[in-house]
């Protein structure tokens, strides 16, 4: 019997020392459970179309303010950046159902979407410009409240918000991309397009003899990151980091980097810029 002591003493320390390891390694797969969604990526939506902010270069990368944005907004959560390029009209069913996490988009604050999303602090103050035929008559945004006159506007957009309940007595022209509206207008099968003023001096610019930039400050708005209601942790998280990024000149120098034209052009016309 005196020889069995130890035999079972033995055997008992293996199982408490194998017991305990199994504990720590199920401790240890907890705490990095724990830790993974830090190590997911963060998804962001936008659409790709919308140069100079959200758009691919050459090299057939997403580029621009708002991916330029995105990948310091990854980097302060310390997580890894996936960009999902979707038409602007889907971005907030695609946050709503979880496909994405933010929307960077140059998407405008309104009380409707807010009835939808949340949205962070604005990061870009913004108004409505509009791009109008050289030949034509108009000299403002609201000479084109007139029968004779089509308006061309991209959907889901402010500037088709505007045009629906204050130019009830032209004709709109919905579409879907940006370069088709601004075709309407060089082919004179519309008289305006009504967007936003950076993007209607851009497109004035390189088209100075067909068109005319109306820029006249009209409909402030601010852009803004688009969240879950759900997301307000990662909401508080979103607006540290645009004071920090304001605070650090982020934003000018993606205004040097990416608008360096406009606010030339801007400052000719005696309109202030707003990046």
């Known amino acids: 019997m005196k020889n069995l002591c130890p035999s079972a003493f033995s055997f008992q320390s293996f199982f408490f020392t194998l017991f305990a390891f199994f504990c720590g390694c199920s401790l240890l797969f907890l705490t990095a459970c724990q830790r993974a969604p830090q190590t997911q990526p963060i ?43 979707i038409p602007f009209v889907g ?6 159902t979880g496909k994405i996490d933010l929307i960077i988009s140059s998407m405008t604050d309104t009380p409707e979407r807010r009835k939808s999303i949340a949205f962070s602090d604005p990061y870009l ?41 204050n130019l009830p007595q032209a004709t709109l022209l919905v579409f879907d991309q940006e370069a088709t509206a601004v075709l309407e207008v060089l082919q004179k099968k519309a008289d305006a397009f009504l967007y936003d003023e950076m ?10 003899l067909e068109t005319r930039a109306l820029l006249s400050s009209l409909q402030q708005e601010s852009w803004a990151i ?12 979103v607006n540290q980091f645009l004071k920090n990024f304001r605070e650090e000149k982020g934003f ?24």
């Not at 993007?199 to 100075?208: A, D, L, Q």
């Not at 000018?252 to 990046?275: C, N, T, W, Y």
């Open 43 to 85: 998804r962001i939506g936008m659409d790709l179309s919308y140069p100079p902010f959200e758009m691919i270069n050459e090299h057939g990368d997403p580029d621009g303010v708002s991916v330029a944005m995105a990948e310091a907004l990854s980097k302060d959560l310390h997580r890894p950046l996936q960009i999902e390029n």
């Open 226 to 237: 688009g969240l879950r209601l759900s997301d307000v942790e990662l909401r508080e998280r």
């Open 91 to 96: 971005l907030l069913p695609s946050l709503q």
């Open 252 to 275: 000018e120098r993606l205004g040097d980097r990416f608008l360096s034209d406009q606010k030339i052009g801007f400052a000719q016309k005696g309109v202030p810029f707003v990046f």
């Open 199 to 208: 993007s209607i001096w851009k497109h004035h610019h390189e088209h100075p």
């Open 125 to 165: 103050t913004i108004a409505l410009g509009a791009l109008v035929r050289q030949d034509t008559p108009i000299q403002t945004i609201n000479d084109l409240n007139q029968p004779a006159f089509k308006v061309a506007v991209r959907q889901g957009t402010t500037g088709q918000l505007w045009a629906q309940k």
